[in-house]
């Protein structure tokens, strides 16, 4: 054997490797446009309630 064989072997054993590798790199990359095309799978956080803390505080620097 060669060695120009032994490389081409080489390579070739790591070709599947290198294959599943880029395709989880790639995975997130090409879901993307997908997400983006579906308007109802925005997700939102809900909305912020008021804890009224800037009276608490009004009211604590009056009396001091």
Same mark, same amino acid.
């Given at each position: 054997?060669?060695?120009?064989?032994?490389?081409?072997? +080489?390579?070739?054993? =790591? @070709?599947? #490797?290198?294959? =599943?590798?880029?395709? =989880?790199?790639?995975?997130? /990359? =090409?879901? /993307?446009?997908?997400? #983006?095309?579906?308007?109802?799978?925005?997700?939102?956080?809900?909305?912020?309630? +008021? *804890?009224?803390?800037?009276? /608490? @505080?009004? /009211? *604590?620097? #009056? #009396?001091?």
């Amino acid at each position: 054997m060669t060695h120009l064989t032994a490389n081409f072997l +080489k390579t070739l054993r =790591l @070709l599947p #490797r290198t294959a =599943l590798i880029l395709m =989880l790199l790639a995975a997130p /990359v =090409l879901a /993307v446009p997908t997400m #983006r095309a579906d308007a109802g799978s925005t997700i939102e956080a809900p909305a912020l309630r +008021k *804890s009224g803390l800037g009276f /608490v @505080l009004l /009211v *604590s620097l #009056r #009396r001091g």
